[in-house]
C-alpha cells in the first residue's frame, strides 16, 4: 500500500494569525530566537491498486481540487511505501 | 538558520470524523480505492541561534509542552537548514 503525505501551508506572503499567537505563545514560555511560526495542515491518504507515479499524480489533482486552495496555499507532497 | 517541520497527526486508535468527510469528499470526486484518510497539524518554526541537536530537542519539549497533545496525538520532528 502506498501512502500520500500531503503538507499544506500558507503561502509566504498571506497573513498566518494561528501562527503569530502560537509564537507568543512559546515566547511566553521563555523560548528566545523564534523567527517565525507557520501553521499548515499535514493529510496523509493511505491509497491502494496504484503505482508511485499514478499516485503522486492523482494526490497531486485532490490537493488542487478539494484539500488546498492554491490561491493562498502551498503544498508538498511526498509518497511512501506504508 | 535552522528550521523544525513538525508533523502532528492523531493517534490510530483515534477517530478522525475530519478525514473522514474529506475521504468520503474524494470518493465522491470519483476516486476509488482509498483506504484511509487522516487529517493533522503541520508546524514550522524557524529557529535562530541553535545546532541541529538543540533545536530537535527544543522542538520536541515544544511539542510536549504546547504544541501536540500527547494523550491523542503523534508528532515527528524534522530538522531542516533554510
Redesign the interface.
Known sequence: ?LKA?I???LKKTVADPQ?LT?KQ??ES?G????????????????????NKVSAQK?AEE?CA???ANPIIEDYRIEIKED
Do not use: N, W
Open positions: 500500500m503525505e503538507c499544506i501551508t501562527g502560537i505563545a512559546l514560555m523560548y528566545q530566537g523564534l523567527e517565525k511560526v507557520r501553521i499548515g495542515k499535514f493529510i496523509i491518504i493511505e491509497l491502494s491498486g496504484r492523482e485532490m481540487k478539494l484539500l
